[in-house]
């Protein structure tokens, strides 16, 4: 049953108009309004559906003066249906201001859950590690995008990335120039789409493969990058790992890192990340 006063975020297909949830199509079908972040986009996709809405605008520009109008209309007692123009609204997508002053105002936000592009392509990549960090669009500027990078190359997760067809080329090449030309990565492109593309290998032969081909640097991209783990984790030294160990029996995390570091003279992040494995694994 639809509950009023209530905020509602649902996710909608990320390509494939037929990626809804029956829930969903019923949510949006008896909401007061349906805040999208485009409305032609979402009037598309609520008519291939048969649902009938009345739409209001919620994009990054105008997301604080929305908030209000949402609140007003949850305050007359109203249903409110809040949804972006493909996948889960928050996730990379505007949403996130309204949902946070909906809930202090002490109304009810429920989440409506369905079509992920993170998720989608992580599925399909093969990768076994069981851990992952969703970052999402990194700086457009190669320098930022470089520092960003580097503070990530040593994690042992599976690191997730959204990125723009007109940037896919030159990210890629930062990726390369900061990870390696052999870190493995998937790329995942144009996700339940008519030219959907996944595609992995080393960040040599996926750079190499996306200028060769100019019609693969086309479409919205996922670009799943494989944790330092499997190329990167032997690459501390085998005294490192052992003073490490030694000190992690003795003291605190955080401090047992920081001493290995200055004895050894090792990566930070690197020791910090093989503590927390060595501590899941009961080794220390």
Known sequence: MLKKNALYVVATPIGNLNDISLRALEILAHVDVVAAEHTQNSRHL?????????????????????????????????????ITDAGTPCISDPGALVVQEVRKQGFTVIPIPGANAAICALSASGIMHPHFLFYGFLPAKSGLRKQELTTLKSYFCTLIFYEAPHRILECITDMQSIFGPQRTITIARELTKLFETIKTGTLEEINA???ADSNQQKGEFVVLVEGAEIQEKNQLSEQAQHTLKCLLAELPLKQAVKLTAEITAENKNALYQLALELKKLGEC
């Open 209 to 211: 493969w996306l200028q």
């Open 46 to 82: 609520l008519t291939k559906h048969g649902v009938k809405a009345q739409l209001i605008h919620v994009h990054q520009h105008n997301e604080r003066s929305s908030a209000d109008t949402i609140l007003s209309l949850l305050s007359a007692g109203k249903s409110v249906a809040l």
